[in-house]
């Protein structure tokens, strides 16, 4: 399964890093997608990396802020993030799935996705 971590509460303009962390499954063949909810809105894609690590995709609100990235040797993918915005505030998925899926027009999608993690709440707050 996939676990989630690094989330808290951080002023605007703050960064946290987030993990998604493997277990029972080498992530070396998944391709990993952040996602986000906020309450009362719909999961959206923040994020995706492929399984090389040599593609990555960004929802626009976070090109420049945000970070994907993958340490196969350690089976974790990261989120860093910087300049946070109030707007950020929600809780923040990551996804796995063994199948070509991030690139344009379907990354986003959460139905692409096979496995999930529990989440972990990001907050931006003054």
């Known amino acids: 399964h996939l676990v989630e971590s690094g989330g808290g509460l951080v002023q605007p303009g703050g960064s946290l890093r987030l993990s998604c962390a493997a277990s029972?499954?080498?992530?070396?063949?998944?391709?990993i997608g952040w996602f986000r909810q906020a309450p009362g809105k719909e999961r959206e894609g923040v994020s995706c990396i492929n399984s090389g690590g040599g593609i990555t995709n960004y929802v626009d609100a976070v090109k420049g802020r945000f970070t994907i990235s993958r340490d196969n040797t350690k089976n974790t993918v990261y989120l860093q993030m910087k300049s946070l915005k109030p707007e950020d505030t929600a809780v923040y998925y990551c996804?796995?799935?063994?199948?070509?899926?991030?690139?344009?027009?379907?990354?986003?999608?959460?139905?692409?996705?096979?496995?999930w993690g529990q989440g972990t709440q990001v907050t931006v707050s003054s």
């Open positions: 996804a796995a799935v063994s199948k070509i899926v991030c690139i344009a027009g379907i990354w986003a999608e959460p139905r692409k996705y096979d496995y």
């Open positions: 029972g499954f080498i992530l070396d063949y998944y391709a």
